[in-house]
């Protein structure tokens, strides 16, 4: 075996860590941004403890509670947003004006709003792709990153997800998936859901939210489908969530080239890092973060043997939680 291929670390199903009490916000409020969109944000635990950021996944998704619990509320001063078009941002479900860059830009402004020198982000799925790409843009304001289920938003990854590869292991739910689309559009399924997310009919939007929603949900964990968030039940998340989603794969994610953040990843190995990655992950699989931590082998690399892709299997719960712990001292 080569010198340098990074060793993961791997995690125990004993004396596993839980999550940390509730902690509700101590201020909350809508960030202007120069355009259309308002960002809702709230700042959680101790108001004079160290500064984090909580990126939410999706793109699409939205902060909810449990994000909090991932840090020690006494310590940690936890900023959470809702992105653009996301949650209580507003306008719900818009796609002007919304890329990668402008979230961005957001969280950059956000940071100053709130008077913050250097943070750690932490971010999974899709926050880990977002907490990538802040960090390679502005390396020079984060202090450390935390990520789960790395997502590095390639063609290769959508192709796995929503063309050719996971519909292999769940071609049940696979089936509801390709419902709404008619045999002739299929070749290219982000394409085909992001014609009828775009549509001007509600109730077109709505037919291809819910099933774009539920091949999420179906696949998200591996104690099955009773592991979908109850969010993905409610039709206003679900267009706003799968309109967003697909209007960023639609669109590259708004790379000026694919597999950019590994291109750039060299920018930020300065940073303290880690990786905390589910063995059954089918939604971001694990060659992901392997690729990221052969990329960049400083990075801290645990894998979860007994988990899939959601946040709140109690492998990536231990996962997270020590690795929040650890970023502290950093």
């Known amino acids: 075996m080569e010198r340098n291929t990074p060793q993961p670390a791997l995690s125990s199903s004993t004396n596993r860590r839980g999550l940390f009490p509730e902690s509700e916000p101590f201020t909350y409020g809508w960030m202007p941004t120069g355009s259309e969109h308002e960002i809702f944000y709230e700042v959680c635990g101790n ?16 902060i909810n509670p449990t994000m ?37 830009d957001d969280i950059e402004r956000l940071r100053i709003h709130l008077g913050v020198e250097k943070w750690t982000v932490f971010g999974g799925s899709w926050g880990s792709t977002l907490a990538l790409a802040y960090a390679i843009t502005h390396p020079q304001r984060v202090e450390a990153l935390v990520l789960r289920g790395v997502f590095l938003l390639t063609q290769r990854e959508l192709r796995w997800f929503y063309q050719d590869g996971a519909s292999f292991l769940f071609p049940d739910a696979w089936q509801k998936f390709l419902a709404p689309i008619p045999e002739a559009e299929r070749a290219d399924m982000v394409t085909a859901y992001h014609r009828r997310l775009t549509h001007t009919d509600r109730r077109v939007q709505a037919e291809a939210a819910a099933a774009w929603s539920q091949w999420e949900g179906d696949t998200i964990s591996i104690r099955g489908p009773e592991a979908r968030p109850s969010k993905f039940n409610e039709i206003d998340f679900a267009i706003a969530f799968a309109r967003i989603e697909c209007h960023f794969f639609a669109n590259k994610g708004f790379f000026s080239e694919d597999g950019w953040i590994l291109k750039n990843i060299g920018k930020i190995r300065g940073i303290p890092g ?15 973060a392997w690729n990221l931590k052969t990329a960049w082998p400083e990075a801290r690399f645990e894998v979860v043997w007994d988990a899939g ?14 690795a929040t712990d650890q970023a502290f001292s950093v």
């Open 47 to 62: 108001p004079d403890g160290k500064p984090c950021v909580i990126l939410h996944g999706g793109p699409g998704g939205a």
């Open 68 to 104: 909090r619990r991932f840090f020690n509320p006494s310590k940690w001063k936890m900023v959470l947003f809702d992105q653009r078009g996301c949650g209580k941002s507003r306008p719900n479900a818009s796609l002007d004006d919304n890329t990668t860059w402008s979230l961005i």
């Open 274 to 288: 880690w990786i905390v990655q589910g063995r059954f992950d089918v939604v971001t699989p694990m060659e992901s």
């Open 309 to 322: 892709h959601a946040s709140t299997e109690p492998g990536i719960v231990d996962g997270l939680v020590r």
